[in-house]
């Protein structure tokens, strides 16, 4: 089974913008808390953002400004808007979830597959 489902990658051109999606598989699992990294070529893996289950969030101070990230709990999705892009935003990027399958009460850690996301002219 398939807990977190990644989509929206894709090039762009700078200045452009992508929404990805990261997506809980139904209603078997409540996502907690979440986040976006990614890792470009030749990069140690960064976070981007994350967001509670509450709503609070956090970015990295090169992304501030221009990326949102949030959630819909009802349907278990987290999303991250990237608007004016720049080349340096190209990397493969992974959501994260921390998560609790229904009927039970331990939190287990999950990765998306990742999806890539290329910001060239």
């Known amino acids: 089974q398939v807990q977190l489902v990644e989509s929206g990658g894709g090039l762009v051109q700078p200045g452009g913008s992508l929404r990805l999606s990261c997506a809980a598989s139904?209603?078997?699992?409540?996502?907690?808390?979440a986040g976006w990294y990614r890792q470009a070529p030749g990069k140690q893996r960064e976070l981007v953002a994350t967001?509670?289950?509450?709503?609070?969030?956090n970015y990295a101070d090169s992304v501030k400004g221009r990326f949102t990230i949030s959630r819909d709990n009802a349907r278990n999705t987290v999303y991250l808007q990237m608007n004016s892009l720049k080349p340096e935003d190209t990397a493969v990027y992974y959501c994260?979830?921390?998560?609790?399958?229904?009927?039970?009460?331990?939190?287990?850690?999950?990765w998306g597959q990742g999806t890539q996301v290329t910001v060239s002219s």
């Open positions: 967001i509670t289950r509450g709503g609070s969030k």
């Open positions: 139904g209603s078997i699992f409540t996502i907690y808390g």
């Open positions: 994260n979830a921390d998560m609790v399958r229904l009927g039970y009460s331990a939190h287990q850690d999950y």
